[in-house]
């Protein structure tokens, strides 16, 4: 119950923020603010965003000329990765359907920002059925070419490979929860992946270009409460995170290696998502 009442307080207290914003921000204003994140030329940043809300208090903004920014800010030095996943809801009922994962024709439900990036000149993507990775810059191919030969949250996918290139993990406009790394803390250790991950695997198929391939899956459960905000308070107290604000638009990041550190911290002493031990 409590992990409830505390995601309903950070829903109501996102809204009210925003409605009493009047200020926009100019694209200078907003690049001055991804200076502050550390967001510059050859940084790799898996991204997740709200467009709405950038576009909400950057105007000028839209999907395309965000893209653009951001990638001519990282440069051919950097690396930009955004999630592609190909539901909405749960892993576990999406694998239930049985739909084929087409590498090149499996749209991204994760957003308008990253269907777009998942199109464009230079990106590759990850072969994992239902978490995939679009990336693109210096270490796209070496982010994404294993993902397929583990799970999808394990040492060869791209959120654990993040911490070999010095990776962050940013969310513009939207806070941690949307961190999918967090799912790496979950398999990396072993009291949460016997607690989280289903111990029957779904075979699914796979589709790059003229080929199919099979893959094992295990789901996430589906029953699983998580409290959200108890992590999130957790890892801006160790310091793995990072909370940034201009005029009402709301930022967090933190290094891929240091959010693994801290969630193993908080699941060794009882404090993730949820109680471990109980």
Request: hydrophobic residues 35%.
């Amino acid at each position: 119950m409590r992990h409830k009442i505390n995601e309903l307080y950070q829903r109501v207290w996102w809204r009210i923020a925003r409605s009493f914003t009047s200020h926009k921000l100019s694209i200078a204003q907003f690049e001055s603010l991804l200076d502050n994140m550390g967001i510059n030329p050859g940084k790799t940043v898996l991204l997740h965003c709200s467009l709405d809300e950038i576009v909400h208090h950057v105007p000028d903004l839209n999907a395309i000329t965000l893209l653009e920014l951001l990638q001519n800010r990282l440069t051919t030095a950097g690396t930009l990765l955004m999630p592609t996943f190909p539901f909405r809801g749960s892993q576990h009922s999406y694998l239930q359907t049985g739909k084929t994962f087409n590498m090149q024709f499996s749209h991204s439900m994760t957003g308008l920002l990253s269907e777009i990036f998942r199109r464009s000149k230079g990106v590759v993507r990850s072969r994992h059925p239902t978490h995939s990775i679009t990336a693109w810059g210096q270490h796209a191919k070496l982010l994404t070419k294993t993902h397929h030969l583990g799970d999808a949250f394990d040492k060869t996918s791209p959120f654990y490979l993040l911490t070999k290139v010095d990776g962050m993990v940013v969310g513009l406009g939207t806070d941690s929860n949307s961190f999918t790394i967090s799912h790496t803390a979950e398999w990396l250790h072993p009291k949460t992946r016997d607690k989280v991950f289903c111990k029957e695997g779904v075979l699914t198929t796979i589709k790059d270009n003229d080929d199919n391939f099979e893959q094992m899956v295990y789901p996430l459960c589906p029953d699983i409460k998580r409290d959200f905000t108890r992590v999130q308070e957790g890892l801006l107290k160790a310091g793995a995170l990072a909370r940034y604000q201009k005029k009402g638009l709301y930022c967090f990041s933190g290094s891929a290696v240091n959010i693994l550190a801290a969630e193993k911290m908080l699941i060794d002493e009882n404090r993730f998502f949820y109680d471990v031990d109980g």
